[in-house]
Every structure is written in structure tokens, then in C-alpha cells.
């Protein structure tokens, strides 16, 4: 049993609160990540599943064991730290072969499974060297090695990659990815690198101010996030945001961008009800929007004043009224500084946020209000 | 690109040769400063080694040889007669023994008190512990013998007096302040992270400081551990002041100095330097072994 499941978690350093009250499942093999920026809470978090801090209230259970005041080395859970902490007075085997050797396991045994982990990471023509001797990204190699020696059913993971450099990053990335996934282990990872966040976990909880704003799969936080927060953390560039006044029109009602209407779907019209007049925040990813080089009556018109090209697209950006909005497009789309542009915003690609409190304005929102 | 560009450009640049000419007086330069580091490095060698060449020179010269003049660079011919002398001098031996004893024990207990007290320094916030670390700093401040005249008092009202114990004890607590902070520094130079490692791969605290921080500590007690050694070995004051009949052996060098021969003194300072010598020379491996790869 690997499953973790946190319990109205608080701890407080002075008077600063790292931990509010914080609820959170983790199940048996997933890949969790956990993400926000720093100061979040989120290693705070980590460290307290791990037992390298206590908790002030609430409980961390493991399986079927609650572990809330148990030392680390009673938790059956194994860890990458953010600065590797490989031992520099170790040979790598020895690094790798720590913690099999504090639970004197028998000498061929452990040779074995050093010898197994060091393939698994391709650092086995190494393993009599000293650690000073050894790059960034192999000193990584050896602490997931370290690691995934132990055969603990948890690995929780400390900004792993934070201390690579981007080409590595990216290697490593897939690499542990598919080493994790293969290894069927529950996975605990700390990152405040969102695209890291999107392409390994299978669920994201994003963090702020010590709490959980949002807990699900990368594509759901990416296109439904929850807040303003989420939806301009997560995404490069971040999502955009236009102030928009609600209004009546006809039977229904519409979200205008100046002089522009935006046409909700159905289900939204009696929550956008509540907002009648009131200014509201709509939200869209830069790649969703359909550009159009002449006049449409559905789609907001712009005039572009930076074009940036990225090789895999071109990212325009222009003003609307006080809001700068960036478009991705197709590098093939012919487009120039100064030219005008009319954007259409697909109905289902669009998420409404309340003005005030940035949050976002959905069927569910109206269910739970009525 | 047109003629006169052409023209106008090599004009501009300085010709040939004189780009050569700058080059070597660059290189030049270049070498003259490294010699003057090398020569630098050299003077400060022979600044130290010389006084003990010309020590060991004489202690292996034959007393006539002592005092010839003008003395030769090396002994001629090699006599052992000045050591032997020395060393058969009533009281030497065992004078050299309860020294050897002194600065063991002085190292083993300074370590022993200093090596919990710098990491308790090092690691954790309690009240007092930067007015802690002042005082021990300031005890430093105080010279030998301010602080080791109600020391000895205090020995002496205890009745701990004229046993090498005694001195050892004095050592230790003369040499303590330097040591919890040499120590102490060190333990904050290895990161905590290593030790959390440690725990989380199944260590209790006390395993992860004893199976890995300790190990990366091992330089700075060593170099704290040369401190007290010399320390305790050089120290003459209190070891006069707190002994009588069981003499270390600068006390019972120094005692007899106004009574001995120049072949006696020159024996007495070589067989004073050897121990020492020979207690660093195993010590340095610590001392430089470890730090190569604490700073990756």
C-alpha cells in the first residue's frame, strides 16, 4: 500500500503559515506534482510527508500507517533532494548503496541492486569514482539511483531538475518520467517549473499561500483553471485576460469587450445573470483564439504591434482597451507589426472569472449558488 | 573593400612589427611576474626551513664542530653524540613522555568537548548562543599567562597539581575556544541537507552525524587538532607554574637552559621539533585529503 493521504495539514514558522490547512490524496503509482511559485508551501509539504518537518496539526497517513510523528527513516519512503546531497566523501556505490546498507541487507544483495539502479540511470561504468569527479547531471543520476535503490514504494522528489541546465532538463525530464512510470512507484514531485508540471504529472495540485487552489490532470488545470492564479501561472505565455462588462441582450446575455459582444454558451447564461452589469474577467490561451485577416462580424478586431517569432509559431501581441492579449499563430499566417487582425474566441475555449475575487465562473458555480 | 580603405586601415593598426614587439614585452611581463610569485613562495620556504636546517646541523655536529667557526651547511662529520648526550640527561625522557602524554590527551579531550560544542554552534538556535560565541572569542583575546594564573590557582586549591593530567586538563581548556570555533565553522560549511539524506535512507540523527557529517568535518579537527598539539607542546608557562617534579619538556628544557652547553641547546630544540613534526606530517592528510572534494 502506497497511497498518502494528508489531513487538515497546518505548520506555521513564527507567525508566517507555510501550510493552510492543506487535504490532499495522493493514490497508489501516481505521479503527483506538486506546483506553485516560491514561497507556496508546496516543498513545506513534501518535507512534512517526509518527516524533515513536523507537522503543527493534522496528520500524514502512509498505507494504512499513520506516520505523523514518526522519523523519516520509519516512513518506508525514499527522497531526491533539490541539491542532489550526494555524501562527497562516498564512491558513488557507496552513495547508492546507503540506504540498503542501513537496513544490512547482505553484501551480494546489495550489489545487485546498486548494480541495477546505476543501469537504470547508466551511470554503472562509474560507480568507483568520487562524486567531486562527476557533472551536474550525473551527480542527478546518482541520487535517483540512491534513491530507486531502496525499492521503497514512495519517492518523493525536491525540485530535481531545478539545478540542470535546460538541454538536460529536458533529457532528464522523459527520462525520469519513463524510469517512474516503469518502476510503478507513487511519486510526490516539487516544482515550481509549470511545463515540468504538465509533462510528467498525472495530476497537478497548484499551490498558493500555502494552500491547494486547484487539484486535477494537466490538461484539465491548463484549459479549466480554477483562478486568475492558475490560469496565468500555469502556460507560456499565460493565459490572457480581458475586462469585459456583463450585459443584457435580447433574452440572454453577452460579455462586452468594448464595442465587441462575446456570445457565451447556453449553460453559463444564468450564472453571467448574477454578474448583469458588472464588469467580469474572461480568460483564453493565447493558441486558441482563430485569427482572420478580413472583417467578421463574431470576432474581435486588433490591430498588432509585436510580432515575435518562435520557430514552432509566432506570438503576436496587441492591446485591448487596457489589456495586452497575446496570440499564438501558425508561423505560416502572413502577418506584420501594424496590421489588423480580427481574433474569434471559440465558445468552449473561453472561461468567465468574477472581477473581484478572480475565480471562475462556471455551470457548477450557478448549481452550487441555487 | 577599395584601395584607400585598404590604405586608410593599415594605417589605423599598428604594424606588424610593432604588434610583435608589444607581444613579447606582454610575455615578458607575463614571466617576470610569475617568477617574482615563485621567488616570493621560495623566501618564505627558506624563511621557515632555514632556523630548522641550521638546528638539525648543529644537533648532528660534533660539539667541537658547534663551535668552529666558519660552521659548515652540513654536519661533517654526522656525530650523534649531542642527541645521545641529551637524551641521556637526567629527567629527558621521561620529561618527553609526560609531553607526549600532555598533548595526546589535550587533543583527545579538546576534540571531544569541542566537536559536540561546535556543532551544537553550527546547527542550532538557542538562546545565548552568539553571546557564547563572543566569550570565546574573547578568551582568546587574553594572553597565556593572564588567564593561566587563576587557572593554576584553581588547580592548586583543587590539590590537581604536579601531575600531567593536571596540564592536560589546563591545555585543553586554554585552547578550547579556538578549537569549538574552528570546529563549529566548519559543521556549518557541510549542509544540512546531507544529513536529512542520511535520515530519510534510514538513519537515526546520531548515525547521520556520526556516518556522514563527521566524516566531512574531518579536516577541521584535524586542523583544530594540530592547534592543541603545538599548543600544548610549545606551552611552557603553565606547565612550569603547575609542575614540579613531572616537567614537560620545554619546562624541564627551560628550567636547565642557563645551566647547559650550546650542543645541549641545540639537541634539546631538534629533539623538540621532531614530535611535532612528525604529528602533523600525519595529520596534514586530513587536513587537505577531504576538502577537495567537500567543495565539489
Given at each position: 500500500?502506497a497511497e498518502?493521504?494528508?489531513?487538515?495539514?497546518?505548520?506555521?514558522?513564527?507567525?508566517?503559515?507555510?501550510?493552510?490547512n492543506?487535504?490532499l490524496?495522493v493514490h497508489?503509482?501516481?505521479f503527483?506534482?506538486?506546483?506553485?511559485?516560491?514561497g507556496c508551501?508546496?516543498?513545506?509539504?513534501?518535507?512534512?510527508?517526509?518527516?524533515?518537518?513536523?507537522?503543527?496539526?493534522g496528520?500524514v497517513?502512509?498505507?494504512?500507517?499513520?506516520?505523523?510523528y514518526?522519523?523519516?527513516?520509519?516512513?518506508?519512503?525514499s527522497?531526491?533532494f533539490q541539491?542532489?546531497?550526494?555524501?562527497?566523501?562516498m564512491?558513488?556505490?557507496?552513495?547508492i548503496?546507503?540506504?540498503?546498507?542501513?537496513?544490512?541487507?547482505?553484501k551480494?544483495e546489495?550489489?545487485?541492486k546498486v548494480?541495477?539502479?546505476?543501469?537504470?540511470l547508466?551511470?554503472?561504468g562509474?560507480?568507483?569514482?568520487?562524486?567531486?569527479?562527476?557533472?551536474?547531471?550525473?551527480?542527478?543520476r546518482?541520487a535517483?539511483?540512491?534513491?530507486?535503490?531502496?525499492?521503497s514504494?514512495?519517492?518523493?522528489?525536491?525540485?530535481?531538475?531545478s539545478n540542470?541546465?535546460?538541454?538536460?532538463?529536458?533529457?532528464?525530464?522523459?527520462e525520469?518520467?519513463?524510469?517512474?512510470?516503469?518502476?510503478?512507484?507513487t511519486t510526490i514531485?516539487v516544482?515550481?517549473d509549470?511545463?515540468?508540471?504538465?509533462s510528467?504529472?498525472?495530476r497537478?495540485?497548484?499551490?498558493r499561500?500555502?494552500?491547494?487552489?486547484?487539484?486535477?490532470h494537466?490538461?484539465?488545470?491548463?484549459?479549466?483553471?480554477?483562478d486568475?492564479f492558475?490560469?496565468?501561472?500555469i502556460?507560456?505565455?499565460?493565459?490572457?485576460?480581458?475586462h469585459?462588462?456583463?450585459?443584457?441582450n435580447?433574452?440572454g446575455?453577452?460579455?462586452?469587450?468594448?464595442e465587441f459582444?462575446l456570445?457565451?454558451?447556453d449553460?453559463l447564461?444564468?450564472?453571467?445573470?448574477r454578474?448583469d452589469?458588472?464588469p467580469?474577467?474572461?480568460?483564453?490561451?493565447?493558441e486558441?483564439?482563430?485569427p482572420s485577416k478580413?472583417?467578421?462580424?463574431?470576432?474581435?478586431?486588433?490591430t498588432i504591434?509585436?510580432?515575435e517569432?518562435?520557430?514552432s509559431?509566432n506570438?503576436?501581441?496587441?492591446?485591448?482597451g487596457k489589456?495586452?492579449?497575446?496570440?499564438?499563430?501558425?508561423?505560416?499566417?502572413?502577418?506584420t507589426?501594424?496590421?489588423?487582425l480580427?481574433?474569434?474566441?471559440?465558445?468552449?475555449?473561453?472561461?468567465y472569472?468574477?472581477?473581484?475575487?478572480?475565480?471562475?465562473?462556471?455551470?457548477?458555480?450557478?448549481?452550487?449558488?441555487? | 573593400?577599395?584601395?584607400?580603405?585598404?590604405?586608410?586601415?593599415?594605417?589605423?593598426?599598428?604594424?606588424?612589427?610593432?604588434?610583435?614587439a608589444?607581444?613579447?614585452?606582454?610575455?615578458l611581463?607575463?614571466?617576470?611576474r610569475?617568477?617574482?610569485?615563485?621567488?616570493?613562495?621560495?623566501?618564505?620556504?627558506?624563511?621557515?626551513?632555514?632556523?630548522?636546517l641550521?638546528i638539525?646541523?648543529?644537533?648532528?655536529?660534533?660539539?667541537q664542530d658547534v663551535?668552529?667557526?666558519?660552521?659548515?651547511?652540513?654536519?661533517?662529520?654526522?656525530?650523534?653524540?649531542?642527541?645521545?648526550f641529551f637524551l641521556?640527561?637526567?629527567?629527558?625522557?621521561?620529561?618527553?613522555?609526560?609531553s607526549i602524554f600532555?598533548a595526546?590527551?589535550?587533543?583527545?579531550?579538546?576534540?571531544?568537548?569541542?566537536?559536540?560544542?561546535?556543532y551544537?554552534?553550527?546547527?542550532?538556535v538557542f538562546p545565548g548562543?552568539?553571546a557564547?560565541?563572543?566569550?570565546?572569542?574573547?578568551?582568546?583575546?587574553?594572553?597565556?599567562?593572564?588567564?593561566?594564573v587563576p587557572?593554576?590557582?584553581i588547580?592548586l586549591?583543587l590539590?590537581?597539581?604536579?601531575?600531567?593530567?593536571?596540564?592536560?586538563?589546563?591545555?585543553?581548556?586554554l585552547?578550547l575556544?579556538?578549537?569549538?570555533l574552528?570546529i563549529s565553522?566548519v559543521?556549518a560549511?557541510?549542509?544540512y541537507?546531507?544529513?536529512?539524506?542520511?535520515?530519510?535512507?534510514?538513519?537515526?540523527?546520531?548515525?547521520a552525524?556520526?556516518?556522514?557529517v563527521?566524516?566531512?568535518?574531518?579536516?577541521?579537527?584535524?586542523?583544530?587538532?594540530?592547534?592543541?598539539?603545538?599548543?600544548?607542546?610549545n606551552?611552557?608557562?603553565?606547565?612550569?607554574l603547575?609542575?614540579?617534579?613531572?616537567?614537560?619538556?620545554?619546562?624541564?628544557?627551560?628550567?636547565?637552559?642557563?645551566?647547559?652547553?650550546?650542543?645541549?641547546?641545540?639537541?634539546?630544540a631538534?629533539?623538540m621539533?621532531?614530535?611535532?613534526?612528525?604529528?602533523?606530517?600525519?595529520?596534514?592528510?586530513?587536513?587537505?585529503?577531504?576538502?577537495?572534494?567537500i567543495?565539489k
Amino acid at each position: 500500500m502506497a497511497e498518502i493521504t494528508i489531513t487538515n495539514a497546518v505548520k506555521k514558522f513564527g507567525k508566517f503559515v507555510a501550510i493552510d490547512n492543506v487535504s490532499l490524496t495522493v493514490h497508489e503509482r501516481e505521479f503527483l506534482v506538486l506546483l506553485g511559485p516560491s514561497g507556496c508551501g508546496k516543498t513545506t509539504l513534501l518535507r512534512a510527508i517526509a518527516g524533515l518537518g513536523m507537522l503543527d496539526s493534522g496528520s500524514v497517513v502512509i498505507g494504512d500507517r499513520d506516520v505523523t510523528y514518526l522519523p523519516p527513516r520509519e516512513r518506508g519512503i525514499s527522497m531526491v533532494f533539490q541539491n542532489y546531497a550526494i555524501f562527497p566523501h562516498m564512491k558513488v556505490f557507496d552513495n547508492i548503496a546507503f540506504g540498503l546498507k542501513m537496513q544490512k541487507k547482505p553484501k551480494n544483495e546489495i550489489a545487485d541492486k546498486v548494480m541495477n539502479a546505476a543501469k537504470l540511470l547508466h551511470i554503472e561504468g562509474m560507480l568507483d569514482r568520487f562524486p567531486s569527479q562527476m557533472s551536474g547531471g550525473q551527480r542527478q543520476r546518482i541520487a535517483v539511483a540512491r534513491a530507486i535503490a531502496v525499492e521503497s514504494p514512495i519517492i518523493l522528489m525536491d525540485e530535481p531538475l531545478s539545478n540542470l541546465d535546460a538541454l538536460l532538463r529536458l533529457e532528464m525530464r522523459a527520462e525520469l518520467k519513463l524510469l517512474l512510470t516503469r518502476l510503478g512507484v507513487t511519486t510526490i514531485y516539487v516544482t515550481h517549473d509549470q511545463i515540468e508540471a504538465m509533462s510528467m504529472g498525472d495530476r497537478i495540485a497548484v499551490m498558493r499561500a500555502g494552500k491547494i487552489l486547484q487539484l486535477d490532470h494537466p490538461t484539465r488545470v491548463y484549459d479549466l483553471p480554477i483562478d486568475q492564479f492558475v490560469g496565468g501561472f500555469i502556460g507560456t505565455p499565460p493565459m490572457n485576460f480581458l475586462h469585459g462588462q456583463v450585459q443584457r441582450n435580447g433574452a440572454g446575455y453577452t460579455v462586452a469587450l468594448g464595442e465587441f459582444h462575446l456570445q457565451p454558451a447556453d449553460d453559463l447564461q444564468p450564472v453571467l445573470g448574477r454578474h448583469d452589469g458588472k464588469p467580469i474577467v474572461i480568460g483564453i490561451r493565447a493558441e486558441s483564439m482563430e485569427p482572420s485577416k478580413s472583417p467578421l462580424s463574431d470576432a474581435l478586431p486588433v490591430t498588432i504591434d509585436v510580432v515575435e517569432p518562435l520557430g514552432s509559431q509566432n506570438l503576436l501581441t496587441a492591446c485591448i482597451g487596457k489589456d495586452t492579449i497575446k496570440v499564438s499563430i501558425h508561423p505560416d499566417f502572413p502577418v506584420t507589426a501594424g496590421d489588423n487582425l480580427w481574433l474569434r474566441f471559440p465558445i468552449n475555449k473561453v472561461r468567465y472569472m468574477d472581477a473581484d475575487t478572480g475565480r471562475s465562473i462556471t455551470a457548477d458555480t450557478e448549481k452550487a449558488l441555487a | 573593400m577599395s584601395a584607400e580603405a585598404l590604405a586608410k586601415e593599415s594605417l589605423s593598426r599598428p604594424s606588424a612589427q610593432a604588434w610583435e614587439a608589444q607581444r613579447r614585452r606582454d610575455k615578458l611581463l607575463l614571466q617576470l611576474r610569475r617568477a617574482g610569485v615563485y621567488a616570493l613562495a621560495i623566501l618564505i620556504a627558506v624563511w621557515i626551513l632555514f632556523p630548522i636546517l641550521l638546528i638539525a646541523n648543529m644537533a648532528f655536529s660534533t660539539p667541537q664542530d658547534v663551535r668552529a667557526f666558519p660552521k659548515s651547511f652540513f654536519p661533517n662529520p654526522i656525530s650523534l653524540d649531542s642527541i645521545n648526550f641529551f637524551l641521556s640527561t637526567e629527567g629527558i625522557i621521561r620529561a618527553t613522555g609526560n609531553s607526549i602524554f600532555v598533548a595526546l590527551l589535550a587533543v583527545v579531550l579538546s576534540s571531544l568537548l569541542a566537536v559536540p560544542g561546535g556543532y551544537a554552534i553550527a546547527r542550532y538556535v538557542f538562546p545565548g548562543r552568539d553571546a557564547i560565541r563572543l566569550v570565546m572569542l574573547s578568551v582568546r583575546a587574553f594572553p597565556i599567562v593572564v588567564l593561566a594564573v587563576p587557572l593554576a590557582v584553581i588547580f592548586l586549591q583543587l590539590g590537581l597539581f604536579d601531575q600531567p593530567f593536571t596540564l592536560a586538563l589546563m591545555h585543553t581548556a586554554l585552547t578550547l575556544p579556538t578549537t569549538v570555533l574552528v570546529i563549529s565553522s566548519v559543521f556549518a560549511s557541510v549542509p544540512y541537507e546531507f544529513e536529512e539524506a542520511a535520515q530519510v535512507f534510514g538513519c537515526t540523527p546520531l548515525q547521520a552525524f556520526w556516518q556522514v557529517v563527521l566524516p566531512l568535518a574531518l579536516p577541521g579537527i584535524a586542523a583544530s587538532a594540530i592547534l592543541t598539539f603545538v599548543l600544548s607542546w610549545n606551552e611552557v608557562f603553565a606547565a612550569i607554574l603547575l609542575t614540579l617534579s613531572n616537567r614537560t619538556l620545554p619546562a624541564h628544557i627551560l628550567y636547565n637552559l642557563d645551566k647547559s652547553s650550546d650542543p645541549f641547546k641545540f639537541a634539546a630544540a631538534f629533539v623538540m621539533l621532531v614530535p611535532s613534526m612528525i604529528f602533523i606530517f600525519f595529520i596534514r592528510r586530513y587536513l587537505f585529503n577531504m576538502w577537495g572534494q567537500i567543495n565539489k
